[in-house]
């Protein structure tokens, strides 16, 4: 009779143990309940690569420690005030946070300066486009008069050829030169330099096949992120950066941010009619901590450019709700600069 009891019990207990595992492995998991997404997305995006490389410009530690060295000195503008870091600050993500960059004289720029993060993987460089890579990018702010405001090309080589520090760094890291320091070495190695910084996010676990590097919120504001239409233009490995938009498809964006200036972006470069508001699509990527915003930085707050884009880009009016969702997303997107790239 005890042994019976001893059987009952154990079999009910069983029993018990076998609903209990039954009704756990009902649960829908995010992973599960997002599976659909997660193909999508897989489908639309692309994991960041660690580096950006060029095959005319092979990168050696010997050059992008020189670049480093570049990006950091302000002796590469007219009165040493300006370095590549003052507008383009690695310590806040690249950039300055401020809507136009003030240069050597003091004057400011036409447009909100870009992060250098990432940079090297854009279609082009600058808001119009003007430059085809961070080399040929690298040398145009230390002429521009608004900005570093130095003279000419042999301005800038004569004061770094006084310069012992240079002498050895652009030996070393262009060695089978005789005559090392010269302007389109200088442009490499700060454009090695930038192909350095990568800032990969938990957003790449995610799309490498991580189901569960992003929570529940998160997957709900990608989810958002795409149904909103966001992905016609911010897609690809940088969520941008590979090409070319008007900025108001559907109405004036100056009507929506308040510009004080109607910039007429490309057209300025090309004279085209057609190429009018149109713009270089910028890259997600560190969002949340870039702003302000667009190319005229005329909007601060993530919330309100988001809301804006939704209206004159894809005509949708988000909800509160759906903002929020959206920003929830572009979080994840967020990532390090490694240190022993920073002063």
């Known amino acids: 009779m ?73 002796r590469l503008s007219k009165d040493n ?26 004057e400011l720029g036409g447009r909100n300066s870009p992060t250098t993060l990432n940079a090297a993987f854009h279609i082009a460089q600058f808001w119009d486009g003007r430059e085809p890579d961070v080399e040929a990018q690298a040398g145009g702010p230390i002429l521009n008069p608004i900005e570093m405001a130095m003279p000419n090309e042999n301005a800038v080589i004569e004061k770094l050829s006084k310069i012992d ?48 590097a992003l929570n529940e919120k998160e997957l709900k504001g990608l989810q958002t992120f795409i149904n909103s239409g966001c992905v016609t233009c911010h897609s690809g490995k940088l969520l941008g950066g590979n090409m070319f938009q008007k900025f108001g498809l559907f ?6 941010t308040k510009s004080k200036k109607i910039d007429e972006g490309i057209f300025e470069v090309t004279k085209n009619e057609t190429d009018k508001y149109f713009f270089k699509v910028p890259s997600l990527r ?14 601060n707050e993530l919330s309100a450019a988001i809301k804006i884009m939704a209206k004159i880009q894809v005509n949708k009016d988000l909800t509160e709700k759906e903002i929020s969702e ?18």
């Open 2 to 74: 005890k042994n019976k009891l001893i059987y009952g019990l154990v079999i009910t207990a069983l029993m018990s143990c076998g609903d209990r595992n039954s009704k756990t492995s009902d649960i829908e998991t995010p992973s599960d309940k997002y599976a659909e997404l997660n193909i999508q997305a897989r489908a639309i995006f692309g994991v960041l690569p660690t580096v950006s490389k060029k095959l005319e410009n092979p990168l050696t530690n010997e050059k992008i420690q020189l670049g480093k060295a570049l990006y950091f000195d302000n």
């Open 81 to 106: 005030t300006q370095s590549c870091n003052t507008c383009h600050n690695l310590n806040t993500y690249g950039v300055d946070n401020k809507s136009f960059s003030e240069g050597n004289d003091g």
């Open 165 to 212: 520090e240079y002498k050895k760094l652009f030996s070393k890291a262009f060695p089978n030169e005789e005559n090392a320091i010269t302007y389109d070495n200088l442009k490499k190695a700060i454009g090695a330099f930038e192909r350095k910084l990568v800032t990969p996010s938990k957003f790449d676990d995610y799309i490498s096949g991580n189901d569960n």
């Open 251 to 256: 109405s004036n964006y100056w009507e929506h």
């Open 286 to 299: 560190n969002i949340e901590k870039t702003a302000p915003y667009f190319h005229d930085g005329s909007i």
């Open 326 to 343: 959206i920003i929830d997303f572009l979080k994840t997107l967020t990532g390090n600069v490694p240190n022993e790239l920073k002063e």
